[in-house]
């Protein structure tokens, strides 16, 4: 088992930065892809990046050049430095890690640990 749990979120205005970390607790974040997804209320739970064990990188297409995955396999921790936030980037954060050596693209159902959340507020 893997526990997750997010931090970082808050109230920003548009323009500016914030940057979300995920500890892993339990079993180590390596040979894991692990990943950040978003949820609006009312809507389904949204892709926002991942990082492989391997180092390779995936994001949303509105978030690419503006968000950066990083992962710190020592710390067992994984960040999200959100920059140029925008208002429709306001949403409950979640990280998530795949089992080990599994492959875990943008599906929430590929990932079967999840941290309990983190809210992003973008204000305008």
């Known amino acids: 088992q893997v526990q997750l749990v997010e931090s970082g979120g808050g109230l920003v205005q548009a323009g500016d930065s914030l940057r979300l970390s995920c500890a892993a607790s339990?079993?180590?974040?390596?040979?894991?892809?692990v990943g950040w997804f978003r949820q609006e209320p009312g809507k389904d739970r949204e892709f926002v990046s991942k990082?492989?064990?391997?180092?390779?990188?995936d994001y949303l297409d509105s978030v690419r050049g503006r968000f950066i995955i990083s992962r710190d396999n020592a710390k067992n921790t994984m960040y999200l430095q959100m920059n140029s936030l925008k208002v429709e980037d306001t949403a409950a954060y979640y990280c998530a890690a795949a089992p080990p050596l599994a492959f875990a693209g943008r599906d929430p159902s590929e990932y079967p640990y999840w941290g309990q959340g983190t809210q992003v507020t973008v204000s305008s």
């Open positions: 339990g079993r180590t974040f390596n040979r894991r892809t």
């Open positions: 990082t492989t064990w391997d180092g390779s990188t």
